[in-house]
T-cell receptor, first 114, second 113 residues
Framework: NAGVTQTPKFRVLKTGQSMTLLCAQDMNHEYMYWYRQDPGMGLRLIHYSVGEGTTAKGEVPDGYNVSRLKKQNFLLGLESAAPSQTSVYFC?????????????FGSGTRLTVV | GNSVTQMEGPVTLSEEAFLTINCTYTATGYPSLFWYVQYPGEGLQLLLKATKADDKGSNKGFEATYRKETTSFHLEKGSVQVSDSAVYFCALSDHTGRRALTFGSGTRLQVQP
């Protein structure tokens, strides 16, 4: 009964380094999302995917790339990290058959860029 | 575009006090409305939801009514407990193809014994 699993849970990067955040879900959900959470700003949508092999930009996509090669996995990449990307990142998923929008969230990845 | 506005926090209450957290929204059409709760160090959990006008969502003593005429979805609880201390997020989904949630900025609730 894992739901949505994010790895890693914590990471410290130096400016200019790259990294990939992994989101894995075991609910056979079609829709997956990456959000960032910053103090006083709620959660903002970075990128999303409506199915395997598809991705699209959200409201704050600059500096990030994503891939959805397998239905259960949604990867978020930072090619050249910047201090402005210090944040808590949440992955979420929901299913086509869920007409009540039952989103499931991961526990988050806390990223610090120094 | 869509937007959600919540009252700013922190909200500090004594145990057993009445809670109201205001939430208003702007959206096209008829969105679904949600309240999520985030406990320290954890992800977001769905607290309650309402999918059409005049619906009342309820869970764990919390309630919120979908008011289309005032575009509001205020969260209420009659008697808060220390364990209710958390950050509460109001959110909407506008039924577009992407089904993404739009969140408010969050309201931190602190309940003192």
């Amino acid at each position: 009964n894992a739901g949505v699993t994010q790895t890693p849970k914590f990471r410290v990067l130096k400016t200019g380094q790259s990294m990939t955040l992994l989101c894995a879900q075991d609910m056979n959900h079609e829709y997956m999302y990456w959000y960032r959470q910053d103090p006083g700003m709620g959660l903002r949508l970075i990128h999303y995917s409506v199915g395997e092999g598809t991705t699209a930009k959200g409201e704050v996509p600059d500096g990030y790339n994503v891939s959805r090669l397998k239905k259960q996995n949604f990867l978020l990449g930072l090619e050249s990290a910047a201090p402005s990307q210090t944040s808590v990142y949440f992955c979420a998923s929901t299913g086509v058959q869920d007409n009540n929008y039952g989103y499931t969230f991961g526990s988050g990845t806390r990223l610090t860029v120094v | 575009g869509n937007s959600v506005t919540q009252m700013e926090g922190p909200v500090t209450l004594s145990e057993e006090a009445f809670l109201t957290i205001n939430c208003t929204y702007t959206a096209t059409g008829y969105p679904s409305l949600f309240w999520y709760v985030q406990y320290p160090g954890e992800g977001l959990q769905l607290l309650l939801k309402a999918t059409k006008a005049d619906d009342k969502g309820s869970n764990k003593g919390f309630e919120a009514t979908y008011r289309k005429e005032t575009t509001s979805f205020h969260l209420e609880k009659g008697s808060v407990q220390v364990s209710d201390s958390a950050v509460y997020f109001c959110a909407l989904s506008d039924h577009t193809g992407r089904r993404a949630l739009t969140f408010g900025s969050g309201t931190r609730l602190q309940v003192q014994p």
